[in-house]
T-cell receptor, first 111, second 114 residues
Framework: DAKTTQPPSMDCAEGRAANLPCNHSTISGNEYVYWYRQIHSQGPQYIIHGLKNNETNEMASLIITEDRKSSTLILPHATLRDTAVYYCIVRVAANAGKSTFGDGTTLTVKP | ETGVTQTPRHLVMGMTNKKSLKCEQHLGHNAMYWYKQSAKKPLELMFVYNFKEQTENNSVPSRFSPECPNSSHLFLHLHTLQPEDSALYLC?????????????FGQGTRLTVV
C-alpha cells in the first residue's frame, strides 16, 4: 500500500463543511483511495472510495487531484456525530480488508 | 449494523484462561480478517482468510489461534495471554479479490487480560 499523510487533528463547526486532506504522492496507477472513519471504540466504517474521478455518496464527497497525489474528503454539513478518527488508505482493490491503517485525522465537530 | 457481528463485546480473562472470540457475517463475503487495536495505536492486521483458508499471518504469537470453519464464521481462540494483549479485537469481511469492494467491520471485542 502507498504511504499516506494526514494531519493529526482538525476542528470543524457544526453545520459547516469539513474538508479532510490526504497526501499520497507515491500512489500507483492501480491503487484506489479509500476513506474509513472510526467513532470512539467502535469498528471502522467505510465512507467512500475512488480511483481517478471525484465521487459522491450519501455520506461524503471525495475529490482526487488530477495527478492523484492528494485527495480531500468532504463532509458537507458536519454534525456532532461526525466526530471520529478519519483514515485515508491507498491500496489495490483486491483483498479489501487488508488495509494499512495509519494514525488518521481526529476530527472534532464543535457546537 | 454492518452485517458483521462480534461476540462477546467485552471480555475479561486471566492469564491462565482459555477463551474464544466469535465473528459472524451475513453478507455473503468470502474473505474475513482479524485486526488488533491497542490503546492509542493504529489497527494491526493479524490474520486473513480467503474461502476458509488462512492466507496471511502477520507474525502473530501462537497464543492467538484463529479458526474459520466456513466463509461466514471466524473465531479467535485465546490462551495464556499476557496483559499487553489487552486491546480491541476487530473482525472484518469483504468480497475478497473481486473489484473495488470495501471491508465491513464488526463492533469489536474489548479484551482485558488481568
Amino acid at each position: 500500500d502507498a504511504k499516506t499523510t494526514q494531519p493529526p487533528s482538525m476542528d470543524c463547526a457544526e453545520g459547516r463543511a469539513a474538508n479532510l486532506p490526504c497526501n499520497h504522492s507515491t500512489i500507483s496507477g492501480n491503487e484506489y483511495v479509500y476513506w474509513y472513519r472510526q467513532i470512539h471504540s467502535q469498528g471502522p466504517q467505510y465512507i467512500i472510495h475512488g480511483l481517478k474521478n471525484n465521487e459522491t455518496n450519501e455520506m461524503a464527497s471525495l475529490i482526487i487531484t488530477e495527478d492523484r497525489k492528494s485527495s480531500t474528503l468532504i463532509l458537507p454539513h458536519a454534525t456532532l456525530r461526525d466526530t471520529a478518527v478519519y483514515y485515508c488508505i491507498v491500496r489495490v482493490a483486491a483483498n479489501a480488508g487488508k488495509s494499512t491503517f495509519g494514525d488518521g485525522t481526529t476530527l472534532t465537530v464543535k457546537p | 449494523e454492518t452485517g458483521v457481528t462480534q461476540t462477546p463485546r467485552h471480555l475479561v480473562m486471566g492469564m491462565t484462561n482459555k477463551k474464544s472470540l466469535k465473528c459472524e457475517q451475513h453478507l455473503g463475503h468470502n474473505a474475513m480478517y482479524w485486526y488488533k487495536q491497542s490503546a492509542k495505536k493504529p489497527l494491526e492486521l493479524m490474520f486473513v482468510y480467503n474461502f476458509k483458508e488462512q492466507t496471511e499471518n502477520n507474525s502473530v504469537p501462537s497464543r492467538f489461534s484463529p479458526e474459520c470453519p466456513n466463509s461466514s464464521h471466524l473465531f479467535l481462540h485465546l490462551h495464556t495471554l499476557q496483559p499487553e494483549d489487552s486491546a480491541l479485537y476487530l473482525c472484518a469481511s469483504s468480497q475478497g479479490q473481486i473489484g473495488d469492494a470495501e471491508a465491513f467491520f464488526g463492533q469489536g471485542t474489548r479484551l482485558t487480560v488481568v
